[in-house]
């Protein structure tokens, strides 16, 4: 049981290159989720997926796209990288279904350090 | 769209002294995790409240959400040099329809001299 795995650990782009964040789960989890970690600002949200075949804008979407492959994976894609995405991403999973389940854990991934030269 | 401020941003004490870190909303909290980050890892889950009032402990680790649910505290009891690393508290998005989205404090990093 791995939990919630992340690839690559490291990246290093140039700008305007493009590349794609995996992550996967292992726990049958509903909902999977994309932060990026900036200093001084904590986690912010940038996509979600409340259910395989879904997914919907959190709060820091721009220039982010994600796939919701099927129910154990969520990948996060970076079509033109700029500087200002330099930062470490995390994926994080959850149970929570469609509705009103608001009080459910979430389950991160280790992370990935993201540098745009 | 709900905004939380920890306090302090950061912290140093010595190994054995006793410590506290604040988690304020701006809007009631539905739910209210604690969540620790060793630099460079993932985010470990430590606790979640939320009933007003409510405490929970775990080993020297006691969370408490006020009765008004709006702060939450996190006290380490005789710190440790394992205690050191970023603590982030995590809020549900107010009711309804959230799907477990979180909106997160910027963090406090503590350090704990032996």
């Known amino acids: 049981n791995a939990g919630v795995t992340q690839t690559p650990k490291f990246q290093v782009l140039k700008t305007g290159q493009s590349m794609t964040l995996q992550c996967a789960q292992d726990m049958n989890h509903n909902s999977m989720y994309w932060y990026r970690q900036d200093p001084g600002m904590g986690l912010r949200l940038i996509y979600y997926?409340?259910?395989?075949?879904?997914?919907d804008k959190g709060e820091v979407p721009n220039g982010y796209n994600v796939s919701r492959l099927n129910k154990r994976e969520f990948s996060l894609r970076l079509e033109s990288a700029a500087p200002s995405q330099t930062s470490v991403y995390f994926c994080?999973?959850?149970?929570?279904?469609?509705?009103?389940?608001?009080?459910?854990?979430?389950?991160f991934g280790p992370g990935t350090r993201l540098t745009v030269l | 769209s709900q905004e939380l401020e920890q306090s302090p941003q950061s912290l140093i004490v010595q190994e054995g002294k006793n410590l506290t870190i604040n988690c304020t909303s701006s809007?009631?909290?539905?739910?209210l995790y604690w969540y620790k980050q060793k630099y460079g890892e993932g985010l470990i889950f430590l606790m979640m409240?939320?009933?007003?009032?409510e405490e929970k402990s775990h080993e020297k680790i006691t969370a408490k959400l006020d009765e008004k649910k709006q702060q939450s505290s996190l006290h380490i009891t005789a710190s440790q040099p394992s205690h050191a690393g970023i603590y982030l508290c995590g809020a549900e998005d107010a009711g309804g329809t959230s799907y477990g989205k979180l909106t997160f404090g910027q963090g406090t990093i503590l350090t704990v001299h032996p």
């Open positions: 994080a999973s959850s149970e929570a279904l469609a509705g009103w389940i608001i009080t459910d854990t979430q389950y």
């Open positions: 409240l939320q009933k007003g009032g």
């Open positions: 809007k009631t909290l539905y739910g």
């Open positions: 997926s409340a259910s395989e075949g879904t997914t």
